[in-house]
């Protein structure tokens, strides 16, 4: 095996940049903040090859048998079972709260094109263009990504755009293990961002992070991770300007 691309030296230095007038316990709170991203990493990096496998006809025994575990074990690890929002989010509506309205319909409008299946990243890829108004649907426009376009790439049909929506009639929506992969993207990128919600602009970035299919598809169309934070952020920008200047 070759050798290992980052050095367990170049991590501790790392770890120690983090923080260099930081103590023993704050460097110990550093290392496990970031092996917890490189585990998701890690993740992220096995589950792309698995997903090249499964696309050129490989099988789970196959597979297993190449990490060395059992059929089953491999399917467990990355076949999750579709899952309703509120499985997910039990309790109450509050989970939506920070979606606005243009995301809801988006997630919607996704609900409507995969029914009566669960909702995948493919078909809230294809809803981002029925919100027009939208951020992520005017990224989409700068790069000459046409709603036809998009949904030839990600393999579904044109989407419909959803009038209205609830977040009771959100939560009983079904999503796949992709679909809920990009809304965990999304509330990263509202974060990153210091937005307090989740807008059209977050689903986007969310489907373009998450690997995958469908993040190959974004590459594809000219819209790869780095592009579309480029294009969001001049996009968000001027918002503001036009929101400052009236």
Excluded at 3 to 18: G, S
Excluded at 52 to 81: E, N
Excluded at 178 to 191: E, I, N, P, Q, V
């Amino acid at each position: 095996m070759t050798e290992f691309p980052v050095p367990l030296d170049n991590l501790i230095a790392y770890v120690k940049a983090l923080h260099p007038e930081g103590g023993p316990l704050e460097n110990v709170s550093d290392a496990f903040a970031v092996s917890t991203q490189l585990d998701e990493r890690a993740d992220a990096l096995i589950g792309h090859f698995v997903d090249q496998a499964r696309r050129t006809g490989l099988s789970w025994s196959q597979i297993g048998g190449a990490m060395g575990v059992s059929k089953q074990a491999a399917q467990k690890r990355f076949v999750a079972p579709p899952a309703k929002i509120a499985d997910l989010m039990p309790g109450s509506v509050e989970p939506f709260s920070r979606f606005t309205a243009r995301a809801a319909r988006t997630l919607a409008a996704a609900g409507k094109l995969a029914a009566p299946g669960a909702v995948g990243s493919a078909h809230l890829a294809a809803a981002l263009p029925t919100e027009p108004a939208g951020v992520g649907a005017k990224v989409l426009v700068t790069a000459g990504v046409t709603a036809e376009r998009l949904s030839a790439a990600v393999g579904t049909g044109l989407a419909e755009r959803a009038d209205s929506t609830s977040a009771a009639e959100l939560l009983e929506l079904t999503l796949d293990a992709s679909a809920r992969d990009a809304l965990k993207g999304a509330l990263k990128s509202a974060l990153r961002h210091g937005h307090n919600y989740i807008g059209t602009e977050h689903l986007l970035a969310g489907l373009t992070a998450a690997g995958g299919p469908v993040a190959e598809a974004f590459t594809t169309l000219g819209l790869p991770p780095e592009r579309t934070e480029e294009l969001l952020s001049a996009e968000l920008s001027a918002l503001l300007a036009r929101k400052q200047g009236g």
